[in-house]
């Protein structure tokens, strides 16, 4: 798909400066500067801003509100009684203290044509908090709490109490486990921060200590004996179906007593009785040896002495760890400990139990107090024991009191959040539930729970950063898998790290839900776990760097889907794959299509350095899947390079059950049951996902039709295929499959820079390979003082309308209104830009005059000779937004550029040539050239730019160009014949 910033053109020394003396640059990003003519503006400053800002003020630049609520309640005030044309909230830098969530409701929403915009005043940071600043802290001088401390920390720790600095609601501590976040959001604890930088709750083994854990030394256990399902025993086993147990019988331990759910699937059972019965195997594990034991799951042995120093004070003593599967963790809080035996029982039951040899830490002990950056809260007491890493009086010492959402905005739309920071709440940070809202350029850090959640369609997250955040960075859900409508939300551009602070497991980069949600040009690295997690349909995951994550699992991948047949249409094309090998390096997996996941696409990705997990992962991974391709991606020094396997076959049979109806005692497998979810016999689906209408009478558990082709495998091992697995795949035309010893180099233009590009004598080119350029890999740069970035296709034209390949056109004015489906027959993909959310649409779009579209045509045949009655219209109007707009020639003829009008919000209107001479649009264009492959910039007066030999000042029939509009006054282009 073609974007639009993705080549570096030069342009001439005027054009540079006239771009500078608009936007201004700084770092590479736009300066957002006050807009004058917006319809509504108000402003907000700090009480301690020049001037102040004040709630009895009237909201002028000189006489700024106090608080974002007073905006808002002025602009529901203005327009309930005028006319309303959107509205822009300008803040001053400065921090906004938060003791309540700031909502926005239906009421509150914008139009498309005129947002409501709360956005940063000129390059000033305005910080949204849900914190509190403290101060007045103290040397300790108890002698209790000192004989509690290390001796170096005695004179480091400093205290202070909270109750004093008014914040008496300190949250609780809770378990929070994989898969979960809080039992209760509104009790989530309280958080320390200093100059900004979370600190470490107290802890052992210190953070950056060798190794950073402990591990368990063993379980206590009692053999299995034939149990009762009636009797005072304190198990129980049932299962979910209301009759008795057969011998193929799933089944689930349940909590009684001090027994935990746990889950024990596909445990050979012996039914003795309609309510006796014995079974075989280890609880929680996935061997079944004869004559196994039950793991109590809420206690375990220690191996090092070190809980005897504080075994005493257990008031709030917590452990974090993953104590049964690498890729499962929880907190649990301690109940007792026995120093002799060595045995911690614990408050809550571990969901999958615990087994010897996992790890973990201890947290929340005021004896580990013990090196700078950590701190301990007496709840009883309020009082804080801090060892700060500089002198406490010369940072900036804050607390988290706001329990839950700095902002909500429920069914709102056409808001956006420009240029602002939020920071410092408990538990979750911004929700955003409705249609075309953008969140842009913020920076979000700090936040205890997940940071931005967004449900709807057409939502955007773009050039913001996202780090320091206790579980997840951004989660999307949008479009409707019943009907496939696309969502359209897109996530672009992004810089995501340091997440999964709280817990780590199942807490994501980007999580991408419902139909057709992009996640593109992000930067997303130093992660626990995942980078991108996709579910449902059509989702387009690339252009993303991705690098070091993984780092505390080894079972799951950088990214990751998984359970689902009929998950289908989402590619993953182009994306950086970097330093991905797992915990304590043991290896993980880079793309990972777990569990029969199918029909999804891996195309033109780079992994490097992907160490394959030590069960036979691989850098691509299928995971028993159907209808899954892996091609034209380069793998380099990354273990396995693909994984195939055929688990359907064995260990997931029983996800793959299909209930023959009655008389047949076991339920659907949850793969079926995910595949019942959706109308996957009847249309759109059926006529989209042909094969999945008989999926169900075509051996399901089997893994067909699975495409591996030209990829290039360098330095690295080639493939892990399960056998059984290995006469249902198509492979042909790989690159580097033999051994290590053997392989031919494929002549990359430079390994050692990383520039995997081949040279053109590379003998990989001969098998068909296409070469992948990432030199926009990850967040594009905004305009700089010497560039000006756009993003051409990357193809070739013949034609003088259509050829094979992009194709960057417009379309003449019809007599009927007619969609891109009726124009083109043939096998395309069209795209239209949307400046509004500086973003690509690619689905239902209808072909306007006056706008260009981005078409991809397979068939030059197809669309060839085909005739369309005109209109003859002699005028066309085009709406644009400030910023870059795509057009195009409405006419059959060629269109001067001194025929175009600028429109205004007003209803006036001036001549292109004036509006250039009041700086309110661009004075030049850039039009594709498909003969030399080129962007040329078009003059659009006869003077512009005269030095630069312009290559026309015309705009041909069937031809797009860019422009730029520079004010919001603006509301169209009007195309005159």
Known sequence: MPTKKQIIIATTLTFILAIGMFFGVN???????????????LYVAPADALPAGSDSNSGTIDSPFLTIDKARLAIRQIRATADFNGATVYLRGGTYFRTSTFELSSQDSGTVGAPIIYRAYENQKPIISGAKEISGFTSVVDPSILNRLDNNAQSNVVQVDLNAQGV????????????TTFNDASLASIELFFNNKRMTLSQYPNVGATPKWVNIASTPDYPLNIISATNTNPIIITTEKQHGLTNQDTVTIIDLGNIPHLNYNNAAITVLSDTTFSITGKIG????????????????????????????????????????????????????????????????QEPYGYKAGQWYYYQNILEELDQPNEWYLDRTSGILYFWPPSPVNAGKTTVSVLPNYLFDGKQVSNIKLQG?????????????????????????????????????????VINSRIHDIGDSAVIVTGGDRQTLTPGNNYISDNEINAIGQWSSMARIGITLNGVSNTASH???????????????????????KIENVVTEAKDAGAIYGGRDWSGRGTMIRYNYFKNITGLNGNGCNGVYLDDALSGNTIFGNIFYLVKSADFGGGSAFIGGGRDNTIENNIFVESGNAVHVDARGMSRESGSMHINQGPGDPIQDGVMVVNLKKVPYQTPPWSTKYPSLVNILNDNPEQPKGNIITRNINWKGSWAYIESVAL????????????????????????EANEDFRLQPNSPALALGFQQID????????????????????????????????????????LSNAISSGDLLPGTYQIRKYDGASNSYLSNNITLTPGTGYWIKVDDVNSVNGKKYALNQTTSSEIAVTKGWNLLGNPFQTELPYSNLQVKYKDGSTKSYA?????????????????????YYFIAMTPDKYKTASPKSTVIKPFRGFWMIVKSDTISSIVMNK
């Open 285 to 348: 594990d996935r061997d079944y040896p004869s004559g196994g034991k039950v793991y109590l799951a809420n206690r375990f042995t220690y191996i090092d002495d070190r809980p005897s120093q504080w075994a005493g004070n257990l008031e709030d003593v917590w452990m974090y760890g993953h104590w049964f599967y690498d890729w499962a963790d929880s907190h649990q809080k301690i109940s007792s400990i026995d120093t002799v035996k060595k045995e911690i029982v614990t408050i809550g």
């Open 27 to 41: 770092k590479g990003k736009f300066i957002f500067k006050a807009d004058t003519n917006s319809a509504i503006s």
């Open 914 to 934: 004036e509006a250039i001479t009041r700086k309110e649009v661009s004075g030049y264009a850039w039009s594709w050239e498909a003969s030399d492959q080129k």
């Open 522 to 544: 992000n930067y997303i690295h130093d992660l626990p776990h995942i980078a991108i997690l996709f579910n449902g349909n059509d989702h387009i995951i690339e252009y993303n």
């Open 168 to 179: 008496t609601n300190f949250g609780q501590l809770q378990m929070r486990s994989f898969g």
């Open 727 to 750: 006469p249902f795949l198509q492979i042909e035309d790989n690159f580097g499959t033999e051994d290590l010893l053997l392989q031919q180099n494929p002549l990359f233009m430079s």
């Open 420 to 460: 602002l920071s939020f920071e410092g709440v408990r538990g979750n940070g911004l929700r955003i539930t409705g249609d075309n809202n953008l969140i842009n350029n913020c920076d979000v850090y700090n936040i205890g729970s997940d940071a931005i959640s967004i449900s709807g369609n057409s939502n955007g």
């Open 774 to 813: 990432l030199s926009t890999v990850g967040p594009r740069a905004e305009a700089s003082p010497t560039t000006i970035v756009i993003t051409p296709p990357q193809l070739t034209l013949s034609s003088s309308n259509f050829s094979a390949g992009w194709n960057m056109i417009s379309f003449p004015d």
